[in-house]
């Protein structure tokens, strides 16, 4: 699943190419969105903007319209110019937005639904710009009450509820634990008010980083690139202790652990030396 900063990424590099320019071209071979644009066509309107809300894609259209897309596993929004080779084969091309320098294409985006303001506003599946962490809206006070009434769970589960904390994906949340020493199997009542502060104030300039090593007016386009929480340039070498089980610890040289974690069953890695249970009870990896 994308993390919320490649779909930061994504929003802004499709607001680049979007904005400002009429829509020449929309198309999608979903029928509810042919319907719509059958009734409101979007071709004509201008795209006044492109947002991320924690894994969602907001396209808003001058005519009122936001068009909602959700990447989930399979999905991706590329952007090409005219006549340029698309990387996925034509048949995984879901929704088309054209103007006169770029062609947007979602392949395989799996949600995608077009909403008005008041529809937008009712939805609770989009998590207001509060709760996202890249959001200049962001609050974390908020953020803390949100985590500290969800005492019973693990704090690496809780960071990756998208209704307490928008933006931060499965990679980010051992690196956040890390990085604040917190381990991710504990239970968030365990933890102090500092702790689950540090952990917000982490995910904010963890997930906030990666966002602004974006260089300039370079158009990307989802998923190329690798995210980095240490400054060195190998990409393989980019990340504290995700995908590093049996490696050495970058701070203490212990192995690095790996293990499957949470109702949803997502990989969790951790340096037990370096996040200690507050108990000081082991945690098998
Ligand atoms: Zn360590």
């Avoid at 008005?116 to 809206?137: G, Y």
């Amino acid at each position: 699943m994308p993390e919320g900063d490649t779909i930061f990424r994504t929003a802004r590099s499709m607001g680049r190419a979007l904005t400002g320019k009429p829509v020449t071209v929309f198309r999608s071979t979903y029928p509810l969105l042919t319907r719509s644009n059958d009734d409101t066509p979007i071709a004509g309107q201008f795209v006044e903007r492109v947002e991320a809300r924690g894994k969602w894609l907001l396209i808003h259209f001058s005519g009122g319209g936001t068009l909602i897309t959700h990447m989930l596993m399979s999905g991706s929004w590329h952007i090409y110019r005219h006549g340029e080779r698309w990387q996925q084969p034509r048949t995984n091309m879901r929704i088309v937005i054209e103007n006169s320098d770029f062609v947007t294409v979602g392949f395989r985006v799996p949600v995608a639904e077009m909403h008005t303001a008041q529809s937008l506003m009712r939805d609770r599946r989009i998590p207001n710009p509060a709760m996202d962490v890249l959001s200049p809206e962001f609050n974390a006070e908020e953020a803390i009450r949100r985590v500290a009434v969800l005492g019973n769970e693990e704090i690496a589960d809780v960071l990756l509820h998208q209704e307490v904390l928008a933006g931060v994906g499965n990679v980010f949340k051992s690196e956040i634990c890390f990085v604040t020493g917190l381990n991710p199997f504990c239970r968030v009542s365990a933890l102090t008010q500092e702790q689950v502060r540090a952990a917000i104030a982490a995910a904010q300039k963890l997930v906030g980083a990666n966002v602004l090593v974006d260089s300039g007016d370079t158009i990307v386009t989802y998923g190329g690139r690798q995210r980095r929480t240490t400054h060195e340039s190998d990409p393989s070498a980019s990340l504290w202790v995700y995908g590093r089980n049996g490696e050495p610890c970058r701070k203490c040289g212990e192995r690095v652990r790996r293990r499957i974690q949470g109702p949803d069953a997502r990989v969790t890695f951790w340096c037990q030396r370096c996040q200690p249970m507050p108990d000081g009870s082991d945690v098998d990896g």
